[in-house]
């Protein structure tokens, strides 16, 4: 029973889906009415700031006497209330793509967008990895005490690097620099003995320590790049976090110092065995002047290492990303974790860990340079101070076939594969008087020297004001006019003021506001509420209320304005107008015969069933002599298809009927309604029923009947004599009762009669009557 409520109660969930997505579309249209509907849209650009279905008519003499608001509304509320197009202000979202400028990698480079108040415009750009890239690598190496083998690894390995790099890159470049961490205490020892050497302690000469210092601009020069590397020495510093962050802006930014190449792709690799210090941890030296952005490198070292505060991740997130740096970091096992929580928050950020010696970095930043290309990831900025009143959906289309709205990165791509990116970018509210109406947007593709430029443009103003008509101006009163004057606010002399139904100034009326809808016209005699409503709206909403009646728009008509005036929505399949069965009324078939159904008359289970309904196309058939030529003469009476048989008892599927031919024989005809149309088998052989042969039959069949029925009643006749005959011979013969129940035993009763005549009788009459005792116990069997 389960199994067959399931598909009624799955009936009943659908229409309650479908009767509640009716209800909410409903409640939209309604609240879209009123909010553009309200008192406080008194311009057309308070009109436009509702929502992005708003629109302001600004046609002279429309609606008389109305309030000023009511000029605003839906674009097909106006038009209903007579608002002609060309005067309707309803600027439209466009997006406007500039295909001139050309790239190689990221497509369209220059997008502009017109935006509404409460609107959205979508776009689609396309980014496609090159199969092989210029790469610049710059080593930024911790270079305090505990890196010591790592920093002679690299002596050692960074040539190997340069060869494996060129087998996936078009021309590869590397440069240096160090970093140790701010030189003021607490982070380091402040000794003079210790700022010259601070590892005099081991009888080690280090370096002094530095926030950053830029030893080698990138270049093709593997010989100069060793022989930098084997000058190095390492430093030394008290606490365990170092000045990463601090050297990384400084290595981003600095970008003719470094010698970064605006076609190459930008590689920052960060060799460390502890973490960075983070924005607050500079206070603990005092330094409080938050860090600005910029490069500040005098003779190749930071000079405001010891004047501004660690940069925060996100603006080091923000210089990376704004100078195209993937930022690779190798650290120590111990402090994977570390870095691997920043790469959520630093894009076009990888994390390797570095194993003993460096032994792995080869292989490490190859990786990383693979991994680094086969994701594809967008970052959107929106300029500052104007981000809040926008808002953006990115949905990402692989080449996978994968697609996730809310995601802005795919993985795995290949070499000269494309990632779509569909951008949706919605308006809030419009700016502030004064400031400017133009806003820009940046799409940026991670590491990519390519980006689109996005410039929205905010609709807020309306045409009708640059031309200085938008609404009807209402004169003041004049003192010839007087105010008590009413006579040009009736309609005559019979009728009220205004109609009753609203208030006479300067000598014209000034309609009520009505909570049923407005209420207009030069006397306040018309409204657009007084009307026949269709499916909840006025007029069907295809017309407008005028005095009580509506005007229909054209190609509609009816009281309700709810028949549309073509019959297009009545043509069937075969072009017909309802099948050729009926009328189109309404935009709706009516059909001719009652027996018919369906959408278009089509359908119509009885109409052939009956056998009296094909008589006409039999006779037809049977007049042309069931011939060829009734197959093109009988085609008006004949709605199935028509064929003849021979032996018609071989067909078995369909309804035998008889036609009576005027010869006194019949024709068997078989109506088969089993296809979509029916088919007519008729017999080319009559069957004469007067015939010599089925009057034999008939009269045989006939005289067998009554001779059996008479030989039956004789015979039960005699059973009834006999049975009668039985009694009379043995009266005293007691009931058999051996097959009676036990438990019934026979009692006599007496009972004398005495029946009443003129005179009484001499001897009375006795009568014995034999009746079961009830049984002694149990109960009726």
């Keep these: 029973m389960t199994s067959c409520m399931r598909p009624y109660c799955d009936l009943i969930a659908l229409r309650m889906l479908l009767l509640i997505s009716l209800l909410l579309l409903l409640v939209r249209s309604d609240s879209a009415d009123n909010r553009c509907l309200s008192a406080l849209a008194s311009t057309c650009e308070d009109c436009l700031r509702r929502g992005p279905e708003c629109a302001w008519c600004s046609q002279e003499r429309f609606l008389d006497g109305a309030y000023v608001s009511q000029r605003c509304g839906t674009v097909s509320d106006l038009r209903v209330r007579g608002c002609e197009e060309e005067f309707i202000e309803n600027p439209n979202v466009k997006v406007e793509v500039n295909a001139t400028v050309s790239s190689s990698q990221v497509a369209p480079r220059e997008i502009s967008i017109h935006l509404r108040p409460g609107s959205e415009a979508s776009f689609v750009i396309e980014v496609q990895q090159l199969e092989r890239y210029p790469v610049d690598l710059?080593?930024?190496v911790d270079v305090s005490a505990s890196m010591q083998d790592n920093l002679d690894r690299l002596k050692t390995v960074g040539l190997a690097l340069s060869h494996q790099m060129k087998e996936h890159s078009s021309d590869f470049r590397v440069g240096f620099g160090s970093f140790v961490d701010k030189p003021v205490s607490p982070y380091i020892d402040v000794h003079p003995s210790k700022l010259v050497n601070p590892c005099s302690d081991y009888e080690v000469h280090c370096r002094p320590a530095h926030g950053f210092i830029h030893v080698l601009p990138v270049t093709e020069n593997m010989t100069e790049f060793t022989r930098v590397i084997q000058e190095q020495r390492i430093s030394g510093n008290m606490d365990t976090p170092e000045g990463g962050f601090d050297a990384m802006?400084?290595?981003?930014?600095?970008?003719?110092?470094?010698?970064?190449?605006?076609?190459?792709?930008?590689?920052?690799?960060?060799?460390?065995?502890?973490?960075?210090?983070?924005?607050?941890?500079?206070?603990?030296?005092?330094?409080?002047?938050?860090h600005d952005g910029r490069c500040h490198l005098e003779d190749n070292i930071y000079s405001q290492t010891t004047n501004m505060e660690h940069p925060t991740i996100g603006q080091l997130a923000e210089k990376l990303l704004d100078n195209n740096v993937y930022s690779i970091f190798a650290v120590d096992q111990v402090q994977y974790q570390w870095y691997e929580d920043l790469l959520d928050l630093i894009p076009g950020s990888y994390v390797g860990r570095l194993f003993p010696k460096a032994s792995n970095l080869k292989d490490l930043v190859v990786h990383a340079y693979k991994k680094l290309l086969s994701d594809v990831e967008v970052q959107i900025d929106v300029e500052d101070g104007q981000a809040h009143r926008f808002w953006?959906?990115?949905?990402?289309?692989?080449?996978?076939?994968?697609s996730v709205s809310g995601n802005t990165k795919c993985s795995s791509v290949q070499p000269k594969q494309t990632v779509f990116f569909k951008i949706t970018v919605g308006m809030s509210s419009c700016p502030a008087a004064g400031e400017d109406q133009e806003v820009l947007m940046s799409v940026r593709p991670v590491g990519f020297n390519e980006s689109v430029t996005?410039?929205?443009?905010?609709?807020?103003?309306?045409?009708?004001?640059?031309r200085g008509r938008c609404h009807d101006d209402l004169n003041p009163c004049s003192t010839e006019t007087g105010a008590g004057s009413t006579d040009s606010c009736r309609e005559d002399r019979t009728?009220?003021?205004?109609?009753?139904?609203?208030?006479?100034?300067?000598?014209?009326?000034?309609?009520?506001?009505?909570?049923?809808?407005?209420?207009?016209?030069?006397?306040?005699e018309m409204d657009d509420f007084s009307c026949p409503y269709e499916r909840g709206l006025v007029c069907g909403?295809?017309?407008?209320?005028?005095?009580?009646?509506?005007?229909?728009?054209?190609?509609?008509?009816?009281?309700?304005?709810?028949?549309?005036?073509?019959?297009?929505?009545?043509?069937?399949?075969?072009?017909?107008?309802?099948?050729g069965q009926g009328k189109c009324v309404c935009g709706k078939c009516?059909?001719?015969?009652?027996?018919?159904?369906?959408?278009?008359?089509?359908?119509?289970?009885?109409c052939y069933s009956s056998c009296q309904s094909h008589w006409s196309c039999v006779n037809c058939h049977l007049s042309n002599g069931l011939g060829s030529d009734g197959f093109q003469l009988c085609n008006h009476s004949c709605a199935p298809s028509v064929d003849y048989v021979d032996d018609i008892t071989e067909l078995v599927r369909g309804k035998y009927c008889l036609y009576p031919s005027s010869d006194k024989c019949q024709y068997r005809f078989?109506?088969?309604?089993?296809?979509?149309r029916p088919q007519l088998h008729i017999s080319r052989h009559p069957v004469c029923v007067w015939s010599r042969r089925y009057l034999k039959t008939f009269l045989s069949t006939f005289l067998l009947t009554v001779t059996l029925g008479i030989a039956m009643l004789a015979a039960v006749r005699q059973l009834l004599r006999a049975r009668n005959c039985w009694w009379q011979s043995n009266p005293e013969q007691p009931f058999d009762d051996s097959h009676k129940d036990s438990s019934f035993v026979p009692t006599t009763n007496e009972k004398t009669i005495t029946y009443r005549r003129d005179r009484l009788p001499n001897h009375p009459v006795e009568m014995h009557s034999y009746m079961p005792k009830m049984p002694l116990s149990g109960t009726w069997q």
């Design 249 to 290: 802006l400084q290595a981003t930014v600095c970008q003719k110092d470094i010698g970064w190449r605006p076609e190459a792709k930008h590689l920052l690799l960060v060799m460390t065995d502890q973490p960075s210090h983070l924005t607050l941890d500079s206070k603990l030296a005092g330094i409080v002047v938050p």
């Design 454 to 466: 996005v410039r929205i443009r905010q609709v807020c103003g309306c045409g009708c004001t640059e």
């Design 670 to 676: 078989l109506v088969d309604l089993a296809s979509d």
């Design 590 to 606: 009516v059909c001719d015969d009652p027996q018919r159904s369906g959408t278009f008359c089509e359908k119509c289970p009885i």
């Design 541 to 579: 909403g295809h017309g407008r209320c005028v005095s009580g009646e509506c005007v229909c728009l054209p190609g509609w008509t009816g009281e309700t304005c709810s028949c549309p005036v073509s019959t297009e929505s009545c043509v069937s399949n075969d072009g017909l107008i309802c099948s």
């Design 495 to 524: 009728k009220p003021v205004c109609s009753g139904r609203g208030t006479c100034k300067c000598g014209t009326c000034v309609c009520d506001a009505s909570r049923l809808g407005n209420i207009y016209g030069k006397f306040c």
């Design 138 to 140: 710059y080593y930024l």
């Design 392 to 402: 953006v959906n990115v949905t990402t289309f692989c080449p996978d076939g994968s």
